[in-house]
């Protein structure tokens, strides 16, 4: 680990350097005030000035759709078309924290190659971030990393500070060295440490983490599974948003006038009606109330006992989604005891009326 | 007698047929029917705002779906005083040229062309006409690519809202829509040659009355405040009921029009014909070089007009996006409160002029009325069938011919993606086809007789003595011809009643045959108008002539002095016992 | 090329605009591949020489609205081992199904008057699975390019249509959209079946329901949640209707019975 100086105007004569090595991605403004990754060739394009994507990048390492054969009758041959050299610029940290657990989860029992590939050939350039009121990566401890990236830029204004994380990270600096500074003035590490302070007190939102495993289980029952399910639009948002989930569904598509079929793999969302459907149509979590209980205590309890910590990375992105207010905050608070004000818990005076 | 026809055009935005009743020498009828379900689409959009509304509109016509946005969106703000940005007016325009290449090259490539080159599909034609396929392939591609662009999908996009757009495309995607516009531009040169090149048949041939929108400035395109009609009168667009004249008709869910109580014509040849010596640039250059008057009077002219049209698409689409780019960037949409108003959108879709007249009231719409172009032109696809069917007729022509003919007069039209007529069926009519007429006709209203004829020249008496005969039975509003003579004129109160003439024709049939048939048809057969039309011209007005008929009795003998042959007797006793019924 | 192994195709249309018939035919990059990979027998839209005889699968697009159409779908169903509802309007009837019997009969005779038709009698307009039973729904309006070709592919070798129904707003969360509700904008995506490709957010505008009713489509929340957001009853409902035939119907009639109470 090393850290370098680089000023803030040298940002984009860096950025021109590393976008000739690889594809580049980096949020850009995409809605009024939403932002996603995307591929970017006008660097005036990108906006660090940013809270979180709609999207986590997961996107960029396994899209919501790609091909992993193409089959004909008697042979496959895979297909790892969409995997290609890729930097990943300003990513927050939290975002750093869902790929860790997503790399976990591909290679825990059986290696997923379609996502290792795209992992092993993206650098993870990280950017700092100020919280919002949705943003929890305090409680779960994800508001600062310290592996997972290849650099990492902290913003101080007119200057960052870089950490340098991978051999690979140190390679990229190395191509335009007169950018960077190697010595950093105690007032520039004075700077750091007053930024550190500010910004812990600037987190609003708290859960606490440590006792939602127990309370999953021993909520299992609670009524309030059933006021969620009497809300949840069952549109699969909080699931697609989310920088930890990884269901995906695969579909074979015949190619017209080819003899062959591409073997198409799309992302799924087990807060779906269809996702629990098996054959002969028989469906074993019809209920909404059943899809969100399996998608909380898997993000809540099993990865607790299974990796050691939540699913969740507090990135606060199913609080902004989700239309109905049913999200990590208001669960968690929900199952604590508190009656949070939300939309389900109007909803079912509404209902019960 | 028997009906010659097609129970399945190939669609009029969708289902439809066209069948010809043939009575012996003489097409009594020609009945372009929609064989489609009311959908209501004018009630539907009741009580929806604005926004919906023109979202469900459009949804009258896939291959229009623009034209329909277009038209209904200039109601609605015209109904809400919005003025739209100039940018969000040029985005529109593209969009509409998107439709015009899109729907013309659909229908002269693929649903025009095999028809005049002697193949059953456009598929089957690409064996000898590779390239034409193809390349007409990709144009077609090309409009559905900018109305995508545009107006977000091929059929039914929504980027087109009320107030102007969701989203502007990006420059990208519009000057790449332009590169690709200059790139045609060597085959749509060929696409005028060839459908210009088109030895047309010269069946059927007449005059009529052309319709479409005004795009003021002295320019040609594809929206106007105004209708123009070949006359030279023009209407403002609130005034447009005063052209249509909607009203319906027993035999089919399309409501049909007629403006001077006479069919008229609207389409790419009405607008060519009205406006054609507008175009400029190498549009103007084709026109000049290939128009002439023959066109006026025959619809298979809709298929050159078409091609021009195509050019004209061509050249305004570069020129549209140039200017689009050059203006400053502002908000796709303009915020707007709904307020109450009265607004009539006039827009030339592929096919015909397109009125849409919306009302708003207390933020809902409440009330509509939607007239296609199809709608306003099946009046006049049943009149030249007719004309057609007739000529074929006196050439010899067997039903077959007859039915081939039909369908690709009616193609002509393009109703709707094309009419082009398939699957084609020859039915006999029943012997009592006249008797079946007469009661729909008297359904109208208690009819006005008028008898007429040479009482001393033998079967010629027929018509004469029915109305004295009927006269007698104490029948109302009966008269003789020669009282009208004395009387100048008819002095019954016009309340839109039927009028029927009786009389004894020479259609070489039995004698004794009993025919019905529409006055606008006795008016084009010269052995049957030559001792009726001064009557007719000067006895009623057009409107009244619309609903005129002749109840002729197939004569015998016309010998000076001789009494009405048995059978025309017998006919006789025949028609005045179905008359009193 | 014999065309004698190929699936034998008719794709019919009955009340509507037409515009899945011509999806097909907008398909023009794969127009020649789709008439090679099978032998369409009956395509009023695209050809002249079409026969009425057996079929392997037959796509009808439109909603049934005349007694003609009653016998023809019936006479369809006889010839064809399988029956697509292809469409909007065949899956769900289609904007002109959402009239009630009642208001349909007045609203007929408000724009035709008493004028008898001569040609054919119409009758209220239903999906086609009110008159015979359907092998497979394709809903859309009109069907999606993409969604038609996986499953002409997939019928075409013998394979059934891949059928994974969700709402509007999974595609609207892939194309990383602003939640038009979160925004206080009445949009449907979430009751309404994807296809589309949420072509509409993606333009900033609120999903009309076009595809018709998700599979799962949690009605009752949305109702709610748009009330909250200060829309009235009428004004939702008859959003919520716009697309829906007569599918909703019965939701809102449970509605009018507890508001009732």
């Known amino acids: 680990m090393k850290i370098v100086k680089m000023k803030r105007e040298n940002l984009s004569s860096f950025l021109e350097a590393i976008s000739r090595e690889a594809e580049l991605w980096a949020p850009v403004k995409k809605g009024v005030d939403t932002h996603a990754f995307q591929v970017v060739k006008d660097f005036s394009e990108i906006d660090l000035n940013y809270t979180r994507t709609i999207l986590p990048p997961r996107k960029i390492l396994v899209p919501s759709r790609f091909n992993m054969f193409q089959a004909t009758k008697t042979e496959y041959t895979p297909d790892f078309s969409h995997v290609s050299n890729k930097i990943i610029f300003g990513i927050h940290p939290c975002d750093i924290s869902g790929l860790l657990t997503m790399d976990k989860f591909y290679s825990y029992a059986i290696e997923d190659p379609y996502y290792l590939e795209s992992r092993k050939k993206a650098m993870i350039l990280g950017h700092s971030c100020w919280p919002d009121e949705h943003c929890l990566c305090k409680s779960t401890n994800t508001h600062i990393v310290e592996e997972g990236y290849d650099l990492f830029f902290t913003d101080l204004k007119d200057f ?24 950093i003035a105690d007032q520039d590490i004075q700077r750091f440490m007053q930024w550190r302070e500010d910004r812990d007190k600037a987190y609003s939102s708290e859960i606490n983490f440590v006792a939602m495993a127990d309370l999953m289980e021993l909520r299992y029952n609670d009524p309030v599974w059933a006021k969620l399910g009497e809300a949840c639009l069952a549109c699969g948002s909080c699931t697609n948003v989310c920088p930890t989930c990884n269901c995906y569904n695969v579909e074979d598509r015949p190619v017209l006038g080819a003899e062959h079929s591409n073997i198409s793999r799309c992302w799924d969302a087990c807060t779906l009606e269809n996702y629990s459907g098996v054959a002969g ?11 969100l209980k399996l998608w909380y205590t898997h993000k809540l309890q099993a990865y607790i006992s299974k990796y050691g910590k939540p699913a969740c990375v507090g990135c606060g992105r199913c609080i902004a989604t989700c239309p109905v207010d049913i999200n990590i905050k208001t669960v968690s608070d929900s199952l604590d005891g508190a009656n949070p004000d939300a939309f389900w818990n109007r909803l079912s005076q509404e209902v019960t009326k | 007698m028997k009906v010659v026809g097609i129970d399945h055009l190939a669609r009029v935005e969708g289902n439809g047929g066209i069948h010809a009743t043939i009575d012996g020498k003489v097409v009594s009828d020609v009945k372009f029917t929609i064989n489609e379900g009311p959908r209501l689409i004018e009630k539907l959009v009741l009580g929806r705002t604005p926004e919906e509304d023109a979202s469900m509109s459009p949804r009258i016509c896939a291959i229009c779906t623009c034209s329909h946005k277009n038209a209904v969106l200039r109601a609605l703000e015209n109904a809400m005083d919005i003025t739209i940005s100039r940018k969000a007016y040029l985005l529109r325009e593209i969009m509409h040229m998107g439709e015009f290449v899109e729907s013309h090259s659909l229908h002269t490539f693929y649903l025009a062309l095999p028809d005049f080159l002697g193949f059953p599909n456009a598929i089957a034609m690409a064996s000898e006409y590779g390239f034409e396929v193809k390349i007409a392939l990709e144009m077609k591609h090309y409009g559905n690519h ?18 102007g757009f969701g989203k502007w495309p990006t420059q990208e995607e519009l000057l790449f829509i332009k590169e690709r516009a200059l790139q045609f531009m060597p085959f749509v040169f060929k696409t005028v040659d060839l459908f210009c090149g088109i030895d047309y048949p010269g069946v059927p041939v007449a005059e009529t009355q052309y319709m479409c929108c005004e795009p003021g400035d002295d320019k040609y395109g594809f929206w106007g405040d105004e209708i123009l009609i070949s006359t030279g009168e023009k209407y403002f667009r609130d005034d447009y009921t005063k052209v249509t004249n909607e009203f319906v008709v027993p035999h089919s869910f399309a409501k049909h029009s007629l403006y001077n109580g006479n069919a008229y014509t609207v389409g790419p040849l009405a607008r060519i014909v009205n406006l054609g010596e507008r175009l400029q640039g190498e549009t103007g250059k084709m026109f000049q070089k290939y128009y002439n008057d023959s ?7 809709h298929n050159p007009s078409r091609a021009l049209e195509i050019m004209f698409a061509f050249e ?3 020129e549209l996006v140039d200017e689009f780019l050059k203006l400053e960037d502002e908000a796709p949409r303009k915020e707007y409160t709904p307020k109450d108003g009265k607004g009539t959108g006039l827009v030339e879709a592929p096919r015909g002029l397109l009125i849409h007249h919306h009302e708003v009231t207390d933020g809902k719409v409440s009330f509509a009325d939607i007239i296609t172009p199809t709608a306003q032109n099946a009046a006049d ?4 069938g007719h004309i057609a069917a007739q000529a074929l007729l006196d050439q010899g022509k067997g039903d077959e011919d007859i039915r081939r003919h039909l369908d690709i007069v009616v193609r002509a039209y393009d109703p709707c993606i094309s009419c082009s007529a398939h699957m084609a069926k020859i039915r006999n009519a029943p012997e009592n086809d006249w008797q079946l007429r007469l009661a729909e006709v008297k359904d109208q209203g208690s009819p006005v007789f008028i008898g007429i004829g040479n009482p001393s020249l033998g079967d010629d008496a027929a018509g004469i003595e029915m109305a004295r005969a009927m006269k007698q039975q104490g029948v109302e509003n009966v008269w003789l011809e020669s009282e009208i003579e004395e009387n100048d004129g008819l002095g019954t109160e016009d309340n839109g009643q039927p009028f029927i003439l009786l009389d004894a024709v020479d259609l070489q049939e039995t004698p004794g045959k009993v025919t019905l ?8 057969n010269s052995a049957l108008s030559h001792k009726i039309l001064p009557i007719v011209s000067e006895v009623l007005n057009p409107r009244q002539m619309q609903n005129a008929y002749l109840l002729g009795i197939q004569a015998g003998s016309l010998v000076e002095g001789e009494g009405i042959s048995p059978s025309v007797l017998q006919a006789m006793e025949r028609v005045l016992r179905q008359l009193s019924n | 090329m014999s065309d004698n192994n190929k699936l034998k195709i008719g794709i019919y249309e009955l009340t509507g605009c037409a515009g899945d018939a011509l999806l097909i035919l907008d398909c023009e990059m794969e127009l020649l591949d789709i008439f090679n990979a099978v032998d369409i027998q009956s395509f009023l839209m695209a050809k002249s020489d079409n026969i009425d005889g057996d079929l392997d699968v037959a796509l009808v697009e439109g909603s049934v609205s005349t007694e003609r159409e009653i016998e023809e779908l019936k006479d369809i169903r006889k010839r064809s081992s399988i029956v697509v509802a292809f469409g ?5 009837g289609g904007i002109q199904a959402r009239f009630s019997e009642e208001e349909w009969t007045q609203n007929l005779k408000e724009v035709y008057g008493d004028t008898e038709m001569t040609h054919t009698k119409a009758v209220h307009s239903k999906p086609i699975d009110a008159y015979i039973n359907v092998d497979f729904y394709l809903p859309g309006c009109p069907v999606g390019k993409d969604q038609f070709l996986n499953f002409f592919t997939r019928v075409v070798q013998g394979a059934p249509p891949e059928s994974y129904p969700v709402p509007v707003c999974v595609t609207c969360k892939y194309n990383e959209n602003d939640c038009l509700l979160n925004k206080g904008i009445p949009c449907l995506g979430p009751l309404t079946a994807d296809g589309c490709g949420s072509v509409c957010p993606n333009h900033d505008v609120p999903c009309y329901g076009c595809w018709g009713p998700a599979e799962g489509a949690n009605l009752t929340s949305e109702y709610h949640l748009l009330q909250e957001k200060g829309f009235d009853i009428e004004a939702i409902k008859k959003r919520m209707s716009n697309y829906s035939g007569s599918k909703f119907q019965e939701f809102f009639e449970q509605f009018k019975n507890k508001e009732s109470k």
Request: proline share 5%.
């Open chain 2, 146 to 163: 900018i109305m995508k662009v545009t107006n977000g999908r091929f059929i039914h996009g929504e980027n087109a809202v009320v107030g």
């Open chain 1, 160 to 183: 960052y500070l870089v950490w340098i994380g991978s051999t690979q990270g140190d390679d990229l600096i190395r191509l335009v060295p007169d950018l960077f500074e190697g010595e």
């Open chain 2, 295 to 301: 066109w006026k009077t025959n619809p298979f002219y």
């Open chain 2, 316 to 318: 305004r689409i570069p």
């Open chain 3, 88 to 92: 909007l309007c065949a899956t769900v």
């Open chain 2, 381 to 384: 696809i049943e009149r030249y």
């Open chain 1, 281 to 291: 149509g028989e469906n074993f979590r019809e209920k909404r109330a059943d899809r």
């Open chain 2, 517 to 524: 048939l529409p006055m606008q048809i006795v008016l084009q």
